[in-house]
Nanobody, 116 residues
């Protein structure tokens, strides 16, 4: 079964840092492009970062320079290092292979709350 399990979220003050993890199963991780998405209340889910199997990365303008996506093929795990966090980064963060297939296999996500 395909499964994505996000972890590492929590409450952090503005300017703080957080490192999210995405443990995967049921996929050939080393061949997959991975993406991190987020969804704030009342907003659509949006792509914030992606990484190809070869390590090429993309970032949304809103997080460029602050977030870093990475992967550990030995652990079949993707990561999102988030620095200089802002209140507008508050959202539930999800990971998934890219492109999103039908059916998709969205996990529960991990809540990131940036507040003083």
């Amino acid at each position: 079964q395909v499964q994505f399990v996000e972890s590492g979220g929590g409450l952090v003050q503005p300017g703080g840092s957080l490192r999210l993890s995405c443990a995967t199963s049921g996929i050939i991780f080393r061949l997959a492009a991975m993406g991190w998405y987020r969804q704030a209340p009342g907003k659509q889910r949006e792509l914030v970062a992606r990484i190809t199997n070869g390590g090429n990365t993309y970032y949304a303008d809103s997080v460029k320079g602050r977030f870093t996506i990475s992967r550990d093929n030995a652990k079949s795990t993707a990561y999102l290092q988030m620095n200089s966090l802002k209140p507008e980064d508050t959202a539930v963060y999800y990971c998934h292979t890219i492109p999103i297939a039908t059916p998709a296999y969205w996990g529960q996500g991990t809540q990131v709350t940036v507040s003083s």
